[in-house]
């Protein structure tokens, strides 16, 4: 018997995505943020950076702005249009008190009741090694959730503290623990991904169309057999 998967919770109003590149949150997550603003939920976007290190063929001074437009291309498809960009650079962005700071910032300044980021352990399902990025906005996305909320953390930033947040949902989790019936979000999922056309024409020889529907309906079928039969995306939830 394969462990059943909980639906992932639905009384809340808005939640804030971070991660730390133009597509992290296409390669699966943007089918369920898809589905979130069908049903009315506002969902705003914050990337740490603009991807410029992501196009080995575009030097990064080109490549930077070709992904913003890519990733809020990407974004309106799954119903969102507050996109933000904190301008770290990519490849190298630190786990610190800086990014801490700013991410607890954003958090006050949306006050979402969930808060969604990407896989930030050392690897992806145990053999793929993880990229720095994700490890060190994973993990301070974590941390910058308990900041927004006290006063006494970072207390110059402009908006007041928010302690409103209720769970933080990790996509890409080797070890998910909630999901969302994407029945009604694949389509956008796959278009969405396939708006980071140069992104995709730089990585693969395959047609970026293939390439986003074979990766995006698969993802969502692997993870059928634990969520009643339906196609999913997953997530690893902590509730506060």
Not at 212 to 231: C, K, M, V, Y
Request: charged content about 25%; hydrophobic content about 40%.
């Amino acid at each position: 018997m394969t462990d059943q998967l909980e639906p992932m919770p639905d009384d809340w109003q808005r939640a804030l995505a971070i991660v730390a590149h133009p597509d992290d949150l296409e390669y699966g997550c943007a089918s369920a943020v898809a589905v979130w603003t069908d049903a009315g939920r506002h969902v705003s976007y914050l990337l740490v950076t603009r991807g410029e290190a992501g196009i080995d063929t575009l030097e990064p001074a080109k490549a930077g702005p070709v992904r913003e437009r890519e990733q809020r291309a990407s974004a309106a498809v799954a119903g969102v249009t507050d996109v933000e960009f904190l301008d770290h650079t990519d490849g190298v962005i630190e786990y610190g008190l800086r990014l801490r700071e700013e991410l607890a910032a954003a958090i006050r300044r949306h006050r979402p009741e969930l808060v969604i980021t990407l896989n930030y352990e050392d690897t992806w399902g145990g053999s793929y090694w993880n990229t720095p990025d994700h490890r060190a906005v994973g993990r301070a996305v974590m941390d910058a959730v308990g900041d927004a909320g006290n006063r006494w953390i970072f207390p110059d930033t402009e908006a007041e503290p928010w302690n409103g947040v209720r769970w933080i949902a990790v996509a890409g989790s080797d070890t998910p623990t909630h999901a969302v019936d994407v029945t009604d979000g694949l389509e956008r999922g796959v278009r969405s991904l396939l708006e980071h056309r140069a992104y995709i024409e730089a990585l693969t020889d395959e047609a970026p169309e293939a390439y986003a529907r074979t990766l995006i309906e698969g993802f969502a079928q692997q993870q059928a057999e634990r969520f009643g039969g339906r196609p999913a995306v997953t997530f690893r939830l902590f509730g506060r």
